[in-house]
Every structure is written in C-alpha cells, then in structure tokens.
C-alpha cells in the first residue's frame, strides 16, 4: 500500500471530483498549538508524488475542491481565515483570495455552486 508521510498532523483528505487519482491533505503542526499548517496536493501512484504544497501561518483544519474549475481550492485556516487556491497559478501568487468573515475558527467547508 502507498504511504505519504506529513510532517505535521493530518486534519482533511478530500479528493478531486475531476481527477479520480488527485487528492489534497490538511495539517497542522502539534494539532494548531505552534500555528503552523501546510497543506498538500498528492497524485496517487506507486510513489504518491506530491504535486505541490502551500505554508500557512496557522493550522489548516478542511479543504475542499471547487465544483466547476479543477485547479481552485479553499482551505479553512485557524486564522479564523477562508484562504482560495489556484493550482494553475504559481506557488508565490498564492492564495488568490483570503476571507476574513468569521468572528471564530472555522473547522469545515464544502463547495456548493447553486
């Protein structure tokens, strides 16, 4: 069986609805108490390649993959933060969007395009 190790402590797995071998992990270091997070976008194979990854400042709790573009992402972040991911940009122009709506940690998120 394939393994991925992360260096911090998993919170999310969720995979692509476009691409059935894609997915992306959620983490955070000793479970949010040092702040870090960092999240990764896998592709499953023999070796589990990581395609990338992104740094945050704090925890990231879920993730979820956009309904009607591929490449874009939302992570909830332990910044009380909503931050937006495009996979088809380069690592430094990302996140794209950071939403600050929410008095307290969100600690899930799902995509709706209705």
Excluded at 38 to 63: C, K, M, W
Excluded at 81 to 107: F, G, Q, V
Aim: with cysteine; aromatic share 12%; hydrophobic share 35%.
């Amino acid at each position: 069986m394939p393994v991925f190790k992360t260096p911090f402590n998993g919170y999310s797995v969720k995979f692509s609805p476009f691409y059935e071998s894609q997915l992306t992990v959620a983490t955070s270091q000793n479970f949010g108490i040092l702040r870090n997070g960092r999240f990764h976008v896998l592709q499953l194979n023999p070796t589990n390649t990581e395609i990338t990854s992104f740094d945050t400042a704090d925890g990231v709790y879920d993730l979820c993959w956009s309904e009607s573009h591929d490449s874009l992402l939302i992570a909830v972040v332990a910044d009380d933060s909503l931050k937006i991911y495009d996979l088809s940009m380069p690592p430094t122009s990302n996140p794209i969007r950071s939403l600050h709506e929410h008095a307290r940690e969100a600690h899930g998120i799902d995509f709706n395009t209705i």
